[in-house]
């Protein structure tokens, strides 16, 4: 385990499934599937996402040990790398006019989200970093995940009918009106991957750390799952590929996934 160790996104190892990858085979940047080469899919670890942003910083992976694979729960933890790093702040503008017609810009920044903590039926969406693109019309913020149509939003009545007694944070991936009052995905119904009661006045932002009410497949129905929102103070990445982050361990395979810094900025390959 003290061979070099890599971490990336394969759109198609040779099964047609988007995944993320932990392999000892180092990744070909210019390729756009079997990014090792080997006309296999076998890893030390995958996890099935079509999400290329982001590997998931917690969730549920398929691991090999002693020549079987197990389902493992993994974590990555923010570390050091020599990689060329790339933040970028994402700025939410702000525009008045004057009484002499002179328009004024404030620009600010908006911390974005990271989920993590998902049951294994909607383990595809640990990891995504949702970025602030706009209010909602009570001035709650609207997240929307990178290159997915992913969101994260404040609604008061999720169906509109007036019987919901709470307003709720909710994870959707239908996209949220901006100017509606209630019901902000038009469905008439309340339909959804999560959801949160909002405590009046709660329209800040969603808790960092909090237990949702999410869709867990026929099997599990509704439950109660822990959701993290970890903030970070970067926006999108400039251009480029897929992250790959080559972590050249001391001390196994732990290492290597406690090297890869990914909570506070996204590494970028040129």
Known sequence: LRAEKYLYHDPDCQDGTPRWVLDVKKPDVNKTHDLDGDFSCDHIGSMNSQYTF???????????????????????????STMTVTTTATPTTTTSTSRNGTTTTTKSTKASLILGGTCAYKRALNGMIFDFVGAAADGSPIYKARGLDEYIYRDADCDGAGNVTAARWVFDNSKPSSTATKDLD???NCTYHASLDSAPG???????????????????GWMKVGLT?????NGDVKAGRDLIVNA??????????????LVTAQLLFA
């Open 54 to 80: 982001h590997p998931p910083t917690a969730g549920e992976w398929s691991m090999l040990c002693d020549g079987i694979y197990h389902p493992q729960f993994l974590t990555l933890l923010e570390g050091t």
């Open 186 to 188: 038009g469905d008439g």
């Open 248 to 261: 050249a361990t001391r001390s196994g395979l732990v290492a290597a996934v406690a090297a890869v810094a």
């Open 202 to 220: 709660g329209t800040s932002r969603p808790p960092a750390s909090a237990e949702w009410s999410m869709y867990c497949g026929e099997a599990s």
């Open 229 to 233: 929102l970890l903030e970070v103070q």
